[in-house]
């Protein structure tokens, strides 16, 4: 029968895809499981060949990230703590100022009509297509010049800048999402557009704001060109840090280790408190008409 | 109150160039349900948005209730509007949709008196069962109903409806249709009713204004439609079917449809003087009777479609003047491509200026347009 011919290959494409999926997360997480895996070895046994699947525990990595236990002013401490701190911050208040204007902007271009605002619109956007590469220099002497230089506050305004081009875009996309009735109503029955932006808009466009949030978070997380030029001992973030490390006695790959799963932790955690708007807001124009 | 509650003078309002409104007049009396009656485009929610002063005109004057209201802005006009798709805020539930209007610092009442008049306005409505509803969760006959019953909560001078019931099914919309009238029977109040449907236009409204491209056409009563159409466009908009056309050429002191069709003295169309050339005829179906095709003095035809109305059959006739629509009464059967015959009866028929569609006859003794 035709139709057990047609249940074998459904199933043999569904083995095919199976199978797929699952070199698909080996390829994706099988690094994030090694670098989990090494940031907990001593230094012998992340040397050790064949690579040992059972080893005893081992903390110093995280103890000279973190500065503590044995790794306590000792010279080998790595001091990632202070980058994590500079990260923490510039990431956070960075996409939220960029979030917090790009929303307003995002509102005004998607409900105003102004002279040149397509020019407007093109000129925010290619704000992101510029490589990083190509003003570097530039930015290392304005900054310079301006004191901002290995500042985080610089560095706040650098993930501003980044950022806040995206934020506009995506949120004007999910305010042309939200019918102009939702303002018409507000204003025929007594309220300003002030209010309907407040307290009725804004609530409809929760999951936009914090997929924007996700995105802007994620650049300003691995944003690693503009802080690697800019910053120099005080200002370090994490990813430049471990770029950088290398301690007395050679490049210290448990702390290294042990440091980048430090990074992967916030973006984790971010998501993970976000993760219901963000499935909301992937999809895009999901509030309808009516 | 005396004067009329609405009276919009010379409204122009163009969108990027595109013009929407095209100095349109237009007076509402007090008490009164005014349907807006035209295509997609013509220029409906463009007159009912700018009577709530939710867009800025390019030029003209609106006044409301005696009062110059143009620079004034929406939350100061006193007037409620009901949208046809969007219209419950979903960041609330359905009490406090309704109660909206009555929590403004324009509008605000006490806590009291806004619970009363929910309880009112949705036993009047009955939504008394929805109030404590997520919007999201209501069908879209009981959403209309909502929308209705808040703009109804508050009183407002003037009730604009933007194509209120287009959005629902034929049954609901004839049942909201009926509610509409009852409220209006209660409360007293005007509306502004816009809407594409003719049936719907009829059924609710007391007064009917026809408009397109941006210009009212005609305004009146169905009656006074009816009897003196403005010109082609308001009868091809009116009636189910709408108005017969007929190609037709004035040949001495008669008109005379193409085809070697039915000829209509001119002395029939009133006062004209002597013309020439094509003209357009012009009767409503109703006044078009079926006849033998042996009698004299009548148009030919074939029927080109059939089409079931229920209790009803309409047909299309297609001839050399053009073709039209009409139900045919009961007992008379017609297949399609039969032949067939028609004339229009004494003293029904319209004549049109071919060119511009403006009504020439003067039959029904006013002066012209």
């Not at chain 2, 390019?58 to 009901?82: C, E, K, N, Q, W």
Request: glycine letters at 10%; charged letters at 20%; hydrophobic letters at 45%.
């Amino acid at each position: 029968m035709s139709r057990s011919r047609t249940t074998g290959i459904d199933l043999a494409a569904r083995w095919l895809f199976i199978g797929l999926l699952i070199l698909y997360t080996i390829y994706n997480l099988g690094p994030i499981f090694w670098l989990l895996i090494s940031s907990f070895k001593s230094r012998m046994d992340l040397f050790t060949m064949p690579p040992k699947i059972f080893f005893t525990p081992d903390l110093s990595g995280y103890e000279s990230v973190f500065g503590v236990g044995s790794a306590k002013d000792s010279a080998s401490a790595f001091g990632v703590f202070e980058s994590l701190v500079n990260s923490v911050i510039v990431s956070t208040v960075g996409t939220a100022l960029a979030v917090f204007l790009g929303t307003l902007a995002g509102y005004v271009c998607s409900r105003f009509n102004f002279s040149g605002k397509g020019d407007f619109m093109f000129f925010v956007l290619s704000t992101r297509m510029l490589p990083p590469v190509a003003v570097l220099v530039f930015y290392h002497l304005m900054f310079a010049e301006l004191g901002l230089a290995d500042t985080r506050f610089g560095l706040i305004l650098v993930a501003i800048f980044a950022n806040i081009g995206l934020a506009t875009w995506i949120m004007k996309g999910f305010f042309d999402g939200v019918p102009q009735e939702v303002e018409q109503i507000a204003i025929v029955n007594g309220y300003t557009r002030m209010y309907a932006f407040l307290h009725l808009v804004l609530p409809m466009v929760k999951g936009g704001i914090a997929a924007t949030a996700g995105f802007c978070f994620i650049f300003a997380w691995n944003e690693f060109a503009f802080a690697s030029i800019l910053t120099t001992t005080k200002a370090k973030t994490l990813p430049v840090k471990i770029s950088a490390a290398s301690g007395a006695t050679g490049i210290e790959w448990t702390q290294i280790c042990a440091a980048g799963v430090v990074l992967i932790i916030p973006v984790l955690i971010f998501f993970y408190l976000i993760r219901k708007h963000l499935l909301m807001g992937m999809t895009f124009g999901v509030l309808g008409r009516r | 109150m005396t004067g009329p509650m609405l009276k919009l003078e010379g409204l122009r309002k163009s969108y990027r160039g595109k013009p929407a409104l095209r100095g349109l007049d237009l007076t509402i009396a007090d008490n009164e349900i005014f349907a807006l009656l035209g295509p997609t485009g013509a220029g409906k929610s463009s007159t009912l948005l700018a009577t709530a002063g939710l867009i800025s005109l390019d030029s003209g004057r609106v006044h409301l209730g005696g009062r110059d209201v143009t620079d004034i802005d929406p939350a100061g006009r006193d007037v409620a509007i009901v949208f046809e798709g969007f219209n419950l805020l979903p960041v609330l539930d359905v009490k406090d949709n309704i109660a909206f209007a009555l929590r403004s610092p324009t509008f605000r009442e006490s806590e009291d008196e806004i619970k009363a008049r929910i309880g009112r306005t949705a036993e009047l409505l009955r939504i008394s069962h929805l109030l404590d509803r997520d919007v999201d969760t209501l069908s879209g006959g009981e959403r209309q109903r909502v929308a209705i019953a808040r703009a109804l909560v508050r009183r407002p001078k003037l009730f604009l409806l933007d194509e209120p019931l287009s959005a629902l099914d034929l049954k609901l919309r004839e049942g909201l249709r009926a509610e509409l009238r009852q409220i209006h029977r209660q409360y007293r109040s005007t509306m502004f009713y816009a809407t594409h449907d003719y049936h719907g236009a009829i059924a609710v409204a007391d007064r009917i204004g026809i408009v397109d491209g941006g210009v009212v056409l005609q305004a009146g009563t169905i009656a006074e439609i009816y009897a003196r159409p403005a010109n082609v466009f308001v009868g091809k908009l009116i009636g189910s079917p709408a108005m017969a056309f007929f190609e037709a050429h004035v040949d001495g002191d008669a008109v005379r449809i193409t085809g070697n069709g039915q000829r209509i003295p001119l002395a029939d169309f009133g006062g004209l003087g002597p013309r020439t050339g094509t003209v357009l005829v012009g009767a409503w179906p109703e006044d078009i009777e079926v006849v033998s095709p042996a009698t004299a003095n009548t148009s030919e035809g074939r029927i080109y479609a059939v089409d079931n109305r229920g209790f009803e059959r309409a047909v299309q006739i297609n001839g050399a003047y053009g073709a039209f629509r009409k139900v045919l009464p009961h007992g008379v059967e017609m297949k399609q491509n039969d032949a067939c015959a028609f004339r229009i009866l004494d003293g029904a028929a319209f004549l049109f200026d071919a060119a511009s569609g403006n009504r020439l006859s003067q039959a029904h003794t006013e002066e012209r347009a």
